[in-house]
């Protein structure tokens, strides 16, 4: 069975400091990665995606991630945040079985001016 | 953004009556997904359909049920619902394998 596991349930950073979502995963084959962003209040909004190639992909508002198929890892970086960051982010794990995914519990980002 | 709408958006109801939350989408995407959002629980789904009249079961299902009549519609039904159900809803689509699109949310409320 797929999971995902999101060790830090809420993060705390200063605006300008650098910052590192953790992820980890169990997949069975080769694994489809997406990392996603909440703000209050609204829906969920892609910031990147890993499906095949370069293992660091560059995502939207900044952000990247890396995969590491050794560590089953897909951490969430981005060296240098803004206050409108702060948000709830969650990892996810999918495949080609009918796009199904499954989420990580979420880290919820504070950002302190 | 993808043409998603859910409905209604909020809902307070009480224990034992029967509710439906309705997605709509305008995207024609094969697969769309019911999830629930609870903290700490990330979101979970409930059940998916993988085309018209096409449903199957997600990981938290027992007392959820769907229909699928159109491709453009996805309901979600509460035969009789529990103040275990009080949850916010999404709905999702996708092509398959890659991204999916969210849709706002409904906050459901069991009292």
């Known amino acids: 069975a797929q999971s995902v596991t999101q060790p830090d349930i809420h993060i705390t950073v200063s605006e300008g400091a650098s910052l590192e979502l953790r992820c980890n995963y169990s997949y069975g084959a080769t694994p489809y990665l997406f990392w996603y962003v909440q703000s209050p209040g609204q829906g969920l909004q892609l910031l990147l995606k890993?499906?095949?190639?370069?293992?660091l992909v560059q995502g939207i508002k900044g952000f990247e991630a890396e995969f590491k198929r050794s560590q089953s890892s897909f951490n969430l970086r981005k060296p240098s945040v803004h206050w409108s960051d702060a948000a709830e982010y969650f990892c996810a794990v999918g495949g080609t079985s009918y796009g199904k995914l499954t989420f990580g519990q979420g880290t919820i980002l504070t950002v302190h001016p | 953004d993808a043409g998603i709408t859910q409905s209604p958006r909020h809902k307070v109801t009480e224990t034992g009556t029967p509710v439906t939350l309705r997605c709509h989408q305008t995207?024609?995407?094969?697969?769309m997904y019911w999830y629930r959002q609870d903290p700490g629980h990330g979101l979970r789904l409930i059940h998916y359909?993988?085309?018209?009249?096409?449903?199957d079961k997600g990981e938290v299902s027992d007392g959820y049920s769907v229909s699928r009549s159109k491709t453009e519609d996805f309901l979600l039904t509460l035969e009789s619902a529990t103040s275990s159900q009080t949850s916010v809803y999404f709905c999702?689509?996708?092509?398959?394998?890659?991204?999916?699109?969210f849709g706002p949310g409904t906050r459901l409320t069991v009292l």
């Open positions: 999702a689509i996708s092509e398959g394998a890659g991204q999916q699109f």
């Open positions: 359909s993988y085309g018209v009249k096409d449903t």
């Open positions: 995207e024609n995407h094969r697969y």
């Open positions: 890993y499906f095949s190639g370069d293992t």
